[in-house]
Structures are given as structure tokens and as C-alpha cells.
């Protein structure tokens, strides 16, 4: 695909790459990010880099760094998109978005969501249970992985009517985070707390 931006167009302005990049590249990347996401760093930087390489077909923003290249034309990191992604499908699964008979609850299955029952816990109501897992194949699963991620989103993040709303809340929660423009740091459970009151 990146060939293909490169062969057809000459000089590419900074609004018109990050519309054939979002369109024709990173969709690739986010085609159902939530099954095979990475979690190597090796491999989370070779994913990187094909996104590093087309920030540099843009020729007034070659000469800069990855990171302000990002900051430039405003395009979040791969990780970032993915661990985004991640939340918005569990977000679709927990307000049953999808069909319940696909995504209803199940503890008798290894791989599934649970609703913490306690309801004296801090945090909002749709806090899931974190259990101990030994091997990577657990760990790394959907079910597992965004379990603290999720956790520490606030109430007025989870509290969102619909899809959208609750894409722009989270964006906006996490705004300040260094994940959003550079790949190596992890993501902050803090997140943006001067934010939260002000944020419906």
C-alpha cells in the first residue's frame, strides 16, 4: 500500500497522506487488532516501523524525528491505536453492542470476562476480575491482558451512552499520555486526573 501512495503521487501534502495513510495502510494494521495484537517489543517496533517509514514519504516533515513527525500530523502510534482498540471492544462487549448469546458472561470458560461482584470496590461498576496467569498464552489473551487497563478507567469514561461518546471520553482521558506519540513508554494507569471531573 505504501508503494502504491508512493507511485501514484509526486509531491503529497500533510492532509492529503493522512487521509490515503489512515484509509489505505493503517486500516491493514487494525483489521481485528484485538486477536493478534503484539506484545513483544521486538515486534511491536517492526510494526512501527512501517508506519515511521510512510511518516517520511511527507517531505516537510522528513527531516524530523518519528515522535514530531507524529505530533505534526497528529497520528497516534500504532501501540497506542491498538490498546485504544482494545478498549473499545471490551467497552462493545460489556454494554452489549454485540449479540449476548456470542459475548454473555460464562466462569466456567477459560477465556471469558468477570464482572466483579463486590459492589464496595473503588471505580466504576464494570471493574472486571483479575486472575493469575502463569503462561503466555493466557496472559497475552484479550480476556487477560486489558484487565488492569480497563480497571482504571474512570466512571465518567465507562459511563458513556453509545460507541462514540465513550471513543472521544477515552481520547480525551488519556490525552496526556507519552504512548500517544512514542511507542516505547507503557501506558500510564493515571491517566489524565485533572481531566476527569470536567469531563462529561
Not at 18 to 24: E, F, G, H, T
Not at 40 to 60: F, N, P, S, Y
Not at 72 to 80: E, G, W
Not at 117 to 131: A, E, W
Amino acid at each position: 500500500m505504501l508503494g502504491l501512495i508512493k507511485r501514484n503521487f509526486i509531491y503529497l501534502t500533510e492532509e492529503a497522506f493522512v487521509i490515503l495513510y489512515k484509509s489505505l495502510v493503517r486500516s491493514h494494521f487494525e483489521y481485528a487488532n484485538s486477536v493478534w495484537n503484539l506484545h513483544r517489543q521486538g515486534l511491536i517496533k517492526d510494526l512501527e516501523k512501517v508506519q515511521m517509514r510512510a511518516t517520511k514519504l511527507i517531505l516537510t516533515v522528513k527531516h524530523l524525528t518519528y515522535k514530531k513527525r507524529l505530533l505534526q500530523l497528529k497520528l497516534p502510534t500504532l501501540k497506542y491505536r491498538h490498546l485504544r482498540g482494545d478498549m473499545i471492544e471490551v467497552f462493545k462487549i460489556l454494554t452489549g453492542k454485540y449479540n449476548t448469546n456470542v459475548t454473555k458472561y460464562d466462569t466456567n470458560v477459560t477465556f471469558s470476562f468477570e464482572k466483579h461482584q463486590d459492589c464496595r470496590i473503588r471505580g466504576h461498576n464494570l471493574k472486571l476480575v483479575n486472575h493469575r496467569c502463569h503462561y503466555d498464552f493466557k496472559k497475552y489473551f484479550i480476556c487477560t491482558r486489558i484487565i488492569n487497563t480497563w480497571n482504571s478507567l474512570p466512571e465518567s469514561v465507562i459511563s458513556a451512552s453509545t460507541t462514540d461518546p465513550f471513543k472521544n471520553k477515552l481520547d480525551k482521558f488519556w490525552s496526556n499520555q507519552d504512548l500517544l506519540y512514542n511507542y516505547k513508554p507503557e501506558l500510564t494507569r493515571i491517566g489524565n486526573r485533572s481531566f476527569i471531573n470536567n469531563l462529561d
